[in-house]
């Protein structure tokens, strides 16, 4: 497996910004992926990173650094729709299966 | 294309009783995954196919699971002799070979076995 570490639960306020870290072996790896996953819905594809930075998807950013294993997904000017859980995965370097992390649950308040 | 499908939406059955589920990925998509999820939990890999071909299955999966993906296109997945350990989401999700947009995920099939 690829050992993702993430955050359980956090709970922040309508409007605020919250980071969302996320820690993975970095031997085998192909590419860090989050997805958000709505209670009861299937996950969704939120962002890719391959190589270090940061990638900005309107409210959305995504970062990583691939020599510490680490990644963040950073939640912008938070709306109550936002309140689901958010899952890191690691891509395997030889055939990009995912393995997914337990979720870090996002509770949005008003 | 409507995304990726499975079918039935949910599942109860009687421990011992055996299940099939079937999934129907994306048309385009070379590759088709199998994950399973419990709740609080990440999905947890089962099995993937590549065409009609399985490059691997989970070792934690009991020899009770077995998937096909008999002419690269609709999968399924048979749970034979459930338990009640089994009960949990069963996502069924496909990619083309290069995931840089992810994997697309089924809205699953939630198994309860009473």
């Known amino acids: 497996g690829q050992n993702i570490d993430q955050p359980t639960e956090m709970t922040a306020t309508e409007g605020a910004i919250v980071q969302i870290n996320c820690t993975y072996q970095?031997?085998?790896?192909?590419?860090l992926f989050w997805y958000q996953q709505h209670a009861g819905e299937a996950p969704t594809f939120l962002s890719y990173n391959v190589l270090d930075g940061l990638e900005e998807k309107g409210r959305f950013s995504s970062f990583l650094s691939r020599s510490k294993g680490y990644s963040y997904l950073l939640l912008k000017e938070l709306q109550m729709k936002d309140s689901a859980s958010y899952l890191c995965?690691?891509?395997?370097?030889?055939?990009?299966?995912?393995?997914f992390g337990a979720g870090t649950t996002v509770t949005v308040r008003a | 294309d409507t995304g990726v499908s499975q079918d039935p939406r949910h599942k109860i059955t009687k421990r011992g009783q055996n299940v099939t589920f079937r999934c129907d990925p994306i048309?385009?998509?070379?590759?088709l995954y199998w994950y399973r999820q419990t709740l609080g939990q990440g999905p947890e890999f089962l099995t993937y196919f590549q065409n009609e071909a399985q490059l691997e299955k989970s070792r934690l999966l009991s020899d009770r699971f077995s998937a096909e993906r008999p002419k690269g296109s609709f999968s399924t997945l048979e749970i034979q002799r459930t338990e009640q350990g089994d009960s949990a989401m069963y996502l069924c999700?496909?990619?083309?070979?290069?995931?840089?947009?992810?994997?697309?995920f089924g809205s699953g099939t939630r198994l309860t076995v009473v």
């Open positions: 048309s385009e998509h070379n590759r």
């Open positions: 970095t031997s085998g790896f192909n590419g």
């Open positions: 995965a690691s891509a395997s370097s030889n055939d990009y299966k995912l393995s």
């Open positions: 999700a496909s990619s083309p070979l290069l995931p840089t947009y992810g994997y697309t």
